[in-house]
């Protein structure tokens, strides 16, 4: 697939996934390197940032696409040699796509250790990470009940429940308004997260704040897997995390409701971090509050954030 196709993918929500986004993001980067057989100064530097634009305008809001493009560019700059910064983008998305890939498997070694042998697990959309956590559980012998929401209006809960069955498990699925009435037979609750703010809060699938807000009144653990990749640097500076809406298609069918009707489709909601009891990495569990080191200590301020740099 070429970059822009990448990018369409990636817009259309035919690529999804807030970890696999970022990794085709970085392949396509590294293809367009790849690709490249010219050797005037400063032309693959300008291929490589119209290719880089593309990639981020197709999910704008999306912090883990943003961060996988900013590490394919680490150390580089325009006044590179062509061959030498082909080499360098080639080079730095191959261990980004290793390390992303690394990431679900520590994951969930960590976080199986956080699930006790018969727990009732609840999750929401679908986080490889947060599966990552629930199957690993499953390996290592406990007995495991997973439940799933539906996660309207995409449905990524059907995803939820296949790769459930396919690693074993036989999971039990939900609608999402059933949430709060099934937290009182739930042990604990794991989700995935799209980006995670400095002050620690988590920015996920619509619905994620609802659940946790019933697992805080349930006392049930709210658990949160992700990457590091998935915090945001941005935040650190001031900015907000905007809300995506997308189009109301994916809600309702033209003629299903009266004309004039307003159908909002918010594609994420904010979690605040005083619901989460712990966040599980690749780097360890930290609590909420720990967001900012992570981010300073994981992604660094060098790279990440450019002063010079229009977000």
Known sequence: MSLRDIADGIRSMEIRGAAEIARRAAEALRQEAMDYKGDRPGELWDVLQRGKEELLASRPTAVSLWNGVQSVFKGTSAQMASEE?????????????????QAVEIIGKVGSKRIRDGDRVLTH??????LSVII???????????????????????????????????????????????????DVVVVGADTICSNGAVINKIGTSQIALAAHEARVPFLVAAETFKFSPKTMYGELVEIEERDSSEVVRKGEVPEGTRILNPVFDATPPEYIDAIITEVGVVPPSAAY????KELGHEFIFDRNEKW
């Open 125 to 130: 959309c679908n986080s490889k990470a947060a």
């Open 136 to 186: 690993q559980a499953f390996k290592d012998g406990k007995r495991v009940e997973a439940y799933a929401t539906e996660s309207r209006p995409w449905r990524q809960g059907l995803l939820t429940v296949r790769d459930l069955s396919a690693a074993g498990l036989r999971p039990t699925m939900v609608v999402d308004s059933a949430a709060r009435w099934l937290m009182k037979d739930i």
């Open 293 to 296: 080191e992570i981010i300073v």
């Open 85 to 101: 910064l082909r080499v360098m983008v080639m080079d730095n998305a191959d261990a980004f796509i290793s390390r992303s890939r």
